[in-house]
T-cell receptor
Framework: AQSVTQPDIHITVSEGASLELRCNYS??????LFWYVQSPGQGLQLLLK??????LVQGIKGFEAEFKRSQSSFNLRKPSVHWSDAAEYFC????????????????FGQGTILTVHP | EAQVTQNPRYLITVTGKKLTVTCSQN?????MSWYRQDPGLGLRQIYY???????DKGDVPEGYKVSRKEKRNFPLILESPSPNQTSLYFC????????????FGPGTRLTVL
């Protein structure tokens, strides 16, 4: 079964500093990978996704993520954090059954809470 | 506008009182899911549906029921809610062949006293 680990429960950065949120996954085949953001009291918004091809993917709000198969990682990065980026971030892997059929399920990591200091 | 709607958005109830949380989508997606979100645990899938009349258990199905009589609707039923079902619930939809990309509803905050 697939699994996702976000090692950092809480990260604090200063506004304008760079950011990297870690995500490690466990999955036997090529994964479908996602990063979602949840602002306080809000639903989940898709930041970016990886299906195949270029391992560096660009998302909304200036975020990017790099898929590294050898490290089973999909870390999220942003070169300069804004106060509005304070939120909880979730990494997720798309699940498929043994035959490779997708059935619309995501397995999520535990989430990383980002605090931004002025 | 493409959207997933949930009702109610907030609900406080008492142990044992049956309740239903509705979910509706206008994107004609085949797949629909229910997740619950708890601090430190991320989101966990409760039930999912691949199409009308086709449903199956997710990772944490105990205490919940679902039905899919129409493609656009996927209600979540708690026949006898208990305090450990206090949580934030999300409905999500996905198009077949879309690599599991999920579109989420706004969430329902449920408190069971």
């Amino acid at each position: 079964a697939q699994s996702v680990t976000q090692p950092d429960i809480h990260i604090t950065v200063s506004e304008g500093a760079s950011l990297e949120l870690r995500c490690n996954y466990s999955y036997g085949a090529t994964p479908y990978l996602f990063w979602y953001v949840q602002s306080p009291g809000q639903g989940l918004q898709l930041l970016l996704k990886y299906f195949s091809g270029d391992t560096l993917v660009q998302g909304i709000k200036g975020f990017e993520a790099e898929f590294k198969r050898s490290q089973s990682s999909f870390n999220l990065r942003k070169p300069s954090v804004h106060w509005s980026d304070a939120a909880e971030y979730f990494c997720a892997v798309g699940a498929r059954d043994a035959g490779g059929t997708s059935y619309g399920k995501l397995t999520f990591g535990q989430g990383t809470i980002l605090t931004v200091h002025p | 506008e493409a959207q997933v709607t949930q009702n109610p958005r907030y609900l406080i109830t008492v142990t044992g009182k049956k309740l239903t949380v509705t979910c509706s989508q206008n994107m004609n997606h085949e797949y629909m899911s229910w997740y619950r979100q708890d601090p430190g645990l991320g989101l966990r899938q409760i039930y999912y549906s691949m199409n009308v009349e086709v449903t199956d258990k997710g990772d944490v199905p105990e205490g919940y029921k679902v039905s899919r009589k129409e493609k656009r609707n996927f209600p979540l039923i708690l026949e006898s809610p208990s305090p450990n079902q206090t949580s934030l619930y999300f409905c999500a939809t996905s198009r077949q062949g879309s690599y599991n990309e999920q579109f989420f509803g706004p969430g329902t905050r449920l408190t069971v006293l």
